[in-house]
């Protein structure tokens, strides 16, 4: 086992994880053919919110993007060129409201998140209000944003953008958006009264709103893509 290899399973000892390569789930270590690489873990141990934070603090080959999903570390994949530029058009619309009014913060790709002692994700684009987390500091966020948005890439399944959008919800975050590019279209998930998930979806020529995170906040959906 390699020397990071080493380190990860003092932290961990005896869950069992299998990684291949420069891709693998942690890049902890590979050798010369890039063959299935592994590190012995506790099974009946998953990474906290905490350890995930020193393990993602770790330098060269543990610079990649990654989240922490109901204990698991996964990989996180690059941004297309086109959800780059809608996100980041998203921000600087939402910035544009939030700033004068001094509310809150406007993240991107890089905000990470802590939802749980098992869940720590990157939302796209988030807001953040100053009544929840008046002040930044160091490290991760230790909260779930207001808004949370998604950008949805040609790579990410179904569930998978299920799953996430029922971690924010379950978390606390008021609003969700998820954004489809290809179709130019935004869902927009919230939960009502009863916990009970609503779904409604804006096409290219409605309009968004930010319900009760962001009350006088409205954006064209067809502004926040790219010609």
Known sequence: ??????VISKILPKRKLFMSGDYSAWNLCYNDRRQESMVYMNEERLVTAREFWEIVQQPSKLKH???LI???????SPSSQLNTVTAGRIAYFLNQHVIPLGIGYITTADGMFRLSNL????ADV????KARHPHLTTGAF???PDLAVEIVSENDSASEVRNKVRIYLESSTTLVWVVYPDVQSVDVHRLDEHGNTL???VTSDGILDGGKVLPDFKLPVKDIFPD
């Open 199 to 201: 779904v409604q979806t």
């Open 1 to 6: 086992m390699c020397a990071i290899g080493s």
């Open 70 to 76: 109901r204990g698991v570390v996964v990989d996180v």
């Open 126 to 129: 988030a807001y953040i209000s």
């Open 65 to 67: 993007r990654r989240e």
């Open 119 to 122: 869940n720590v994700r990157l």
């Open 142 to 144: 230790p909260i779930a």
